[in-house]
Nanobody, 120 residues
Framework: QVQLVESGGGLVQAGGSLRLSCVASGSIFSIDVMGWYRQAPGKQRELVAAMTSGGRINYAESVKGRFTISRDNAKNTVYLQMNSLRPEDTAVYYC??????????????WGQGTQVTVSS
């Protein structure tokens, strides 16, 4: 079994910062892409940022220059540093990872989500 567990969400004022963490655990052989998605009420889930095991990064245009994704491959952990937060960043943030299990099967895994609320 594989689990993704997120932490670090919360309530912050506009202009503030939050750092999200996501740890993958279980029967993991390797992890390729790890990333963050978000879903605001009434909207579709969208990519925020993603990072390959080799360090290639992709950001949504709306967060470029404000958010930074990073990884600790040895700890199977991905982080999202969010600065200059805006009310429109309010959403449930989900961790996502492409994981190959010890049985050499590759699946797309999701965390349970963590709420980020930015007040104006």
């Amino acid at each position: 079994q594989v689990q993704l567990v997120e932490s670090g969400g919360g309530l912050v004022q506009a202009g503030g910062s939050l750092r999200l963490s996501c740890v993958a655990s279980g029967s993991i052989f390797s992890i390729d892409v790890m990333g963050w998605y978000r879903q605001a009420p009434g909207k579709q889930r969208e990519l925020v940022a993603a990072m390959t095991s080799g360090g290639r990064i992709n950001y949504a245009e709306s967060v470029k220059g404000r958010f930074t994704i990073s990884r600790d491959n040895a700890k199977n952990t991905v982080y999202l540093q969010m600065n200059s937060l805006r009310p429109e960043d309010t959403a449930v943030y989900y961790c996502n990872a492409d994981i190959t299990t010890v049985w050499r099967l590759t699946y797309d895994y999701w965390g349970q989500g963590t709420q980020v609320t930015v007040s104006s």
